[in-house]
């Protein structure tokens, strides 16, 4: 893979603004170059006494002419290209932001948010440095080494002389072929570190009251620490070689400059050089030093950024797992049944198969509840349905449409999900609740909140439903969390709704309400409810136990309490830890 496609597709596309901002540049620099050249002839003419009050002028003029014309138009190239460079960042964050919209559960599964972040943050400004750096340094540096050259030939001055003068500068590409991989690889496992040290803080930050709960700060901190010191021990040693590598340019630099002032005073003390010639060599021989740092930094910062374009590059080819068949097509699921045959799942890149055999049939609007052991594969089964994950052929049929074969859009706008963990965002909770419906009316997000036993909670808050939730909603409790992702859910209405462990955080007596409610408001459309507690599912048509990723057991809540099983046992645990707790009340 070419690891340019990012920039090249880039710069292509911008050529143009490109053309200018270089053109301007490089005119720039030729206009730079002709400053030494007008010190020589000054130097001439002052020496054989030809200055006149009216050439003091002229060269006066001429020399504010070369400032404001190199300020003037260098200046103009430099704020294209940073500019340009601006756009870069702003063009691929929001490239970058709509391809992550599009990987899967097990992109994320494998990537913590500190790698994402990291991908968004630091390799983008890698990029638009070296672009932006790049291009304006070596349009610069091109343009004045070479026009500095040709002035020098027009001045007349011996090409040997420029030769020797020019000869410790040669080396200067030499140094960077040989220092430029180990910078780029002591870069890469700096941006590593850097990506790691996010990641981490970014989690101990989210668990930093689990962390105070329980007093491991000390652990913590070391934990933290750790990543710090691997990116001082990696930053420390890039910098050694940056700092090798800045070093011995200007000092070769330094060395030409010394050839100049000996072998050039040497022709001038001989007669073969005129004074003016000699002020004007040492004049261009300085000049130099700058272009050829400076493009020692584009070689240096084109290194560095290199690791970051690749894997830009690299992020922005990988596809999401799923992909919509060309030929899907929208089903729609208000009076559609679910079958399930035979559905065995294995999670990506895992050993173990987590569902087995799994055979359900699900008629339109019923019931269905499923309980069973954690790890038994519930919400496995849910992620299935949602084709967050490929179920394989056949194996999940809506009427008789595979789930393969539907669009993703038809399949998830109609099914509500209620996850577990309901992940509340920043914002109001009106927005929270209304964030699968955003035009949602007033009446519809307070009827969902009164569904999901909320509306009393949110209506005791000062700013009622415009309350900003913090980062997660932090400022709600457990369980006032749960019943607002739940409202999210329900104000859907969809076909299907889906309450994975949803109403956990609740207790039994509001818990009963909210099932009451949903199963009242849900007549005829299909509900899957998936519980620990046998009183959140009890009424439903159908009720299936699953264990280890196998169906063990279905029927009623009366038919399954019949018989010895799983079912049977959580039942008489759960009725015992209620009748005791009813017996000391
Ligand atoms: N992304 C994943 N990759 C690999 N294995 C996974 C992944 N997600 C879940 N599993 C494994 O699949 C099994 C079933 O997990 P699942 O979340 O479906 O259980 P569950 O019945 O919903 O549990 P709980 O009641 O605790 O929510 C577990 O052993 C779990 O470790």
Redesign the pocket.
Known sequence: MKSQRLLVHYLRTNWHYYAVAVGCTMVANVIQSYYPKLIGNFTDQLKLEQLTRDLIIDYSLLLLGVGLGFGLLAGIGQYLIMRLGRRFEYYTRNRLFDHFTTLG??YY?KNGVGKLLSYVMNDVTAVRESISAGVNQTANATMLILSSLVMMLISQIPPLLIAVCMLPLIAIPFIVIRIGPQIKQRSRTVQESLGLMTESAEEQFGGIRVTKKFAVEPIMRSRFGETVDRIRDNQLSLVRISSLFQAIIPFLGAISVIVTLAFGGYLAIQGQLTIGQFVALTLYVRMMVGPLQQIGNVINTMQRSRASVERLNNLLVMKGEIQESELAKAVALDRTGIRIRHLSFT????S?E??HDIDLDIEPGSTIGII????????????LLLRV?DPPSQAILFGDTDIREMTLESLRNQIGYVP?DGFLFSTTIRDNISFFRRDSSMDKVENAAKQAQIYGSIVSFPEKFETKLGERGITLSGGQRQRTSLARGLIKNAPILIL??SVSAVDAVTETSIIETIRKERRGKTTLL?A?RISALKHADEIIV?DE?RIVQRGTHGELLTVPGIYRTLHSIQEEGSSYVEGKQ
């Open positions: 559960e097990s599964s999670y990506p890149g895992a173990k987590t569902l069973g052991k954690t790890g038994s594969g519930k919400t496995t089964l849910v992620k994950y577990q994975d462990d998936i620990h699953l990723g």
